[in-house]
């Protein structure tokens, strides 16, 4: 049974991956399934840079906004979605093209992951209402001296790595580390990949995200992020860790000017991108790099290798 064709792009944020996404859907009859884990909720549109109307109007964009303040989702849950969706677009007779800067989604989709148990959300909650109480080094220390292996992999600050590793451990009595040690679910099946990273010049990234976040402030973020915390979401919610809540909550306080939120939100993003071009350098062997400015690279070109690899099983 012949397989059927997924296109996928990784990169750090700001890298013109969405864009060069949208482009490969428009000039082949394709659909854009998303693969980030901040713009798979439905609140901080703007924050998360999540594609807007114009770009939806485009092409089909799928796993947008799709989940609430109560829900969570994990990369094996992602990758569930993400098989169904491409499933869906294939028997439209689409290309999926797979986008987004979650690399522990884009490998679990393509290389499968670690066998984890799912944990039940009462032993979350009870960790996180201790979290509160007592800090992430209460935590880590404590996890230390149950599971040690684990412990020296995790920086004690952390808090949601500690959360999780000691959910494991008390759920199922066995360590993290332990966990990922062993067999692997297989790869996604029925499906072969072609693989792009946008990997462009560093200081280019770093001016893009600089700007990006200025437009954010801008276009609205701040009341965003007003009104997500107007709901009182729930501490382990995954958008409180989004880059540039932060310094938008110090702002809103009045710990920080508009100066200092500006400037805080830039410095974060520019660490964001840095660590999550090191991920895509190691984690990831692509098919095709693109190492240049978004302006400066040739569609045609990747068009080309994406039209040969159509024709290639």
Not at 165 to 186: C, D, I
Not at 215 to 226: H, K, L, P, Q, S
Not at 234 to 245: H, N, T
Request: net charge neutral; charged share 25%.
């Amino acid at each position: 049974m012949n397989r059927k064709p997924v296109i996928v792009i990784g990169g750090p944020t700001a890298s013109g991956k969405s864009s060069i996404a949208l482009q490969i859907a428009k000039r082949f009859n394709g659909a854009v399934v998303n693969a980030d884990s901040m713009q798979i909720y439905r609140d901080l549109q703007i924050l998360t840079a999540r594609p807007d109307a114009d770009s939806v109007n485009q092409a089909p964009h799928h796993l947008y906004g799709i989940l609430g303040t109560n829900e969570r989702c994990s990369a094996g849950q992602w990758r569930d979605h993400a098989m169904r969706k491409i499933a869906e677009i294939g028997d439209e007779g689409l290309l999926p093209v797979v986008v987004g800067g979650t690399g522990l989604y884009l490998r679990a989709l393509m290389t499968g992951l670690h066998r984890m148990p799912a944990v039940p959300d009462a032993v979350r909650a009870a960790l996180n209402a201790r979290l509160n109480e007592q800090g992430a080094a209460s935590l880590h220390a404590e996890l230390t001296a149950s599971d040690p292996e684990s412990a020296r992999a995790i920086n004690p600050a952390d808090s949601q790595r500690v959360v999780r590793a000691l959910e494991v451990l008390l759920h199922t009595g066995r360590g993290l580390k332990r966990w990922q040690s062993e067999e692997s679910e297989e790869a996604s099946s029925g499906v072969r990949f072609l693989t792009l990273v946008t990997l462009p010049p560093r200081e280019y990234l770093y001016d893009v995200a600089n700007v990006r976040f200025d437009r954010m402030i801008a276009g609205g973020a701040i009341d965003e992020v007003e009104r997500l915390f107007s709901l009182n979401p729930p501490d382990d919610f995954p958008l409180r860790k989004a880059v540039g809540v932060q310094p938008i909550r110090s702002y809103l306080a009045g710990e920080i000017d508009i100066d200092g939120l500006k400037e805080t939100g830039r410095r974060d993003t520019r660490r964001y991108a840095k660590r999550q071009m090191t991920w895509f350098r190691h984690q990831i062997i692509p098919d095709y790099v693109l190492q240049t400015k978004y302006s400066e690279i040739k569609l045609e070109k990747i068009f080309s290798q994406i039209s040969t690899f159509l024709l290639t099983e």
